[in-house]
C-alpha cells in the first residue's frame, strides 16, 4: 500500500493540479504573499474572538490555546466523497451490529469471527448490558471515524471513535471563518454545507428518545464541567442544539425515572447526549468514586426510561485489538466486501505475527491495544535503539496487549506558512450519525494536519493544526 | 432553566455588585483617613471600613492590627480574604463560565475583559504594599467600570426572562445588603449611643458615605440643604427614586419575583418575604426608624435580606434531593 512517494492531494506526480484542486491551486497561485499572511492573521484573530466568545480555555492561558488554523482548505471531490460516505455508513451500520449481536446473542463469536476473550474480557465490555435491548438497536449514535489516504482511490481506517468523539465544533467553526475569510474563493465552488450538523443531531437523538416519553422528548447535553478539556465544544453544541447543558448533580433519579433540577422543579429528561465516558456515568453501577455521575442512572437506562447517547458499552467496538477484526466482522454481517480499508495490522497475540513484528519493529508502529491518544506508542523509524530493545521485552511479556502497523505514508495538502506554500501530512474525522432512520454523514469533517514539516502527527498537542474540510460537486469535464 | 445555570446567574450579579461596593467603601475610607481629626477623621476609617465589608473578623485572625495597606491590600487583593475584590471578579468569572450560554456575548465579554485586566493588576500589584495610590485609583476605577460594563450589557442584551430576573435579583439583594452594611457600620462610628445626632464634624464623614454610594449629587437634588444625617439615612433607606436605597431595591426585588412567579404559575416564600419587606419600607418614615433606632432597624432590615436571599435559593437555586422526592410522591399522590 505504501509508495515511495506520498500521495499529494492537490498535485498530481506530473505537476498538474488534481481536477478538484484547480481553482485553489490557480487563487494560491495568483494570490500575492501579502494576501495570504494577512488572511492568516485575519483568521487568527477570528478565532481569538471566537474563543473569547464560547472556547473558555484551561486558565492563564486561555488566548494562548487555540488549535492552529491553516487557511487553505482541504477538497474532496463529490465522487470520492460518495465513496468514503459509502463506507462511513457501512462501517457504522456493522459497529451497530456488532454491539447489538455481542450484547445479545454472540453469533459473531459462535461463528469463530473473532476470539471470544478479545469481546468480553474487554475492559470496555459491559456484562450490564447482556440481554439489554436499546431503541432501535442503535449503539452509536455519534461516532467519529479516522480516515487516511495514502493514494488516490482508496481511503484507509485508522481508528474508530465509537464514544465520545470530539472535534465537531472545530469543523462547524472553521467553516463560518473561511466563509468569512475567503468569500471569493468560496464562491467559486459549490461546498456542501455542514451547518445543519445541529439539526441532524438533534433530530437524531429525538429519533431515538424511550417509546414512554411523548411527542416532545426533552433531550440534554451531559458534560464533566468546565475543567474538561473539551467543554467549551460541549456548551458550544448544546447552545445550537438548545438544550440544557447539565452536569451530574443537575440530574436525579428516582423509581428509575431521571430528572433534571430546575428552578420549577424536576422535569423529566428522556435523552442524554453524554460527554462522560462509561466508568463516570453512575457511582453505584461504575467507579464508586466518581463524582462526575449520577446516582441510579444505570437502572432508570436499563429499565429502558432514558436513552443514552451513545450507549454504555461502545467502547468495545472502537477497540484496537477489535478494529483488527473489522473486514471479517464487515463480510459476516452483510456480506459484503468493507468498502473502507483497515491498516494492515499484525496482531501481536498470534505467534506468527509476534515473530515479523519482533524482526521489524525499526520499520512499525506498534500501538497499546487499550492506549490512546498517541500513549504506549512506538514509531520504530524515530525510535532509539534502546527505545526499540525497551518494546521488545514488552510485546514478548505482554504479546496480547500489542498490535502493530506499517509506517503510514499519509497524504498530503498544501498548507501556508509565512515561508511560502508547503505540503503537510493530513488525516480526516468525518462525523457519522446513527438514530432511528439509519446512518447518515454530514458531507466534510474535521481535517487535522501535521504543521511541522515531514510530521505525521496530527495531534495538536504535538504541533497538528486543523483546516476547513470542502465537499465540492466535481469539475466539469473530469472527474476525480 | 436549570437550578443550577439559575444560580450561577444570581451569584454571578452578586459577586459583580460587590466587587464594585467594595471598590467604593475603599475609595471612601481613604478620603476619611486624610482628614485631620478636626474635621472628623477618627483614626478608625479602616476599621470601619473592614466591619462594613464584613471582612473584619477575617483580617484580625489573617493579618492582625489594622492598618491602611494591609486594609487595601486585605479588601483588594489578599487571596485569604474570600470576599476580595480580586475573588468577587474570580468567582464572577468562574459562575460565568459555567452559564456561558445563558449569557449574551456582551455580558461575556464583559466579564472575562475584565478578569483578563484584573489579572494585569494582579501581577503587577498582588502583593502587600506594592500599589501607590495613583495605581490604586486606577484599580478601583476599573472595579466600578467593569462593574457597570456587565450591568450595562446586561440590562441592553438580555431577553427579558427568568435568566435576566434571577441575573437582576442577585444584583438588588447584594446591593440592599452593602447599602444597609455601610449606613449600619458608619453610623455606629459616628454615633455612639450617648450623642446626639447632628454635630458639623461629621459632615465629612456624612459626604463620604454618599460619595461611597455615587449619591451626593442626588442627596443635593433631593434636599436641597446641607447634610444631615437623618436625610442621608432617608435618602439611602426610604426614597424610591434613589437607585441604591433599600425601598428602591425592594420595589426591583418585588418587580423580579413576581415577573418569576408568574412565569411559573406559583409564588412562593420568596415572594411573600420579599412583598413583607417592601411593605414595611413602604409604610415606615425616618422619624419613626430613629425611634426605633437606626441600628436596630438596619440590623432587622439586614437580617430579612439574608432570609430572603435562603428563601430565594431554597425556592429556585437548589434543590435538596429529598425536596425533589417530595415534590415527585406529590404528583405522584
Redesign the interface.
Known sequence: MASARFFDEMTKPDGLPRDVYERVNQWLASAPPELLASRRSQAELMFRRIGITFAVYGDKDSTERLIPFDIIPRVLGRSEWTRLEAGLKQRVKVLNMFLADIYGKAEVIKAGIIPEDIVFNNEHFRPEMRGVKVPHDVYVHISGIDIVRVDDHDFYVLEDNARTPSGVSYMLENREVMMRLLPELFAQHRVAPVENYPDALLANLRSVAPSSSGSDPVCVLLTPGIFNSAYYEHSFLADKLGVELVEGRDLLVRDKIVYMRTTQGPKRVDVIYRRIDDDFLDPLAFRPDSALGVPGLMQAYLAGNVTLANAVGTGVADDKAVYTYMPDIIKFYLGEEPLLKNVPTWRCREPEALKYVLAHLPELVVKEVNGSGGYGMLVGPHATQAQIAEFATKLQNDPDGFIAQPTLNLSTCPASFESGIGGRHVDLRPFVLSGADGVRVIPGGLTRVALKEGSLVVNSSQGGGTKDTWVIDDVSGGSA | ??????DNLYWLSRYMERADFLARIIDAAQRLATLPTAYGGTGTEWESTLNAAGALDGYREHVGAVNETSAIYYLAFDPQNSSSICNCLEYAR?NA??V??ALT?EM??SI?TAW?EM?RFQALFGKPGTIDRLELARFLDFVRKASLDFDGSAHRTMLRN?AHW?SRLGLYVERADTTARILDVKYNVLLPESEQVGGSLDYFQWTAILRAVSALTAYNWVYKETIKPWLVADLLILRPEMPRSLRSCYDDIVRLLDN?ARA?GRPGASQSKAHETLRQLETIDIKKIFEKGLHEFLTDFIEANDALGAAIGGQ??V?D?EA??E??AQSQA
Request: net charge positive.
Open positions: 432553566m436549570l437550578s443550577r445555570t439559575a468562574t463560565r459555567a456561558r450560554t456575548i461575556w465579554q472575562n483578563l489579572k427568568d434571577f418569576i411559573y429556585y437555586l434543590h434531593d425533589a422526592t415534590t415527585q
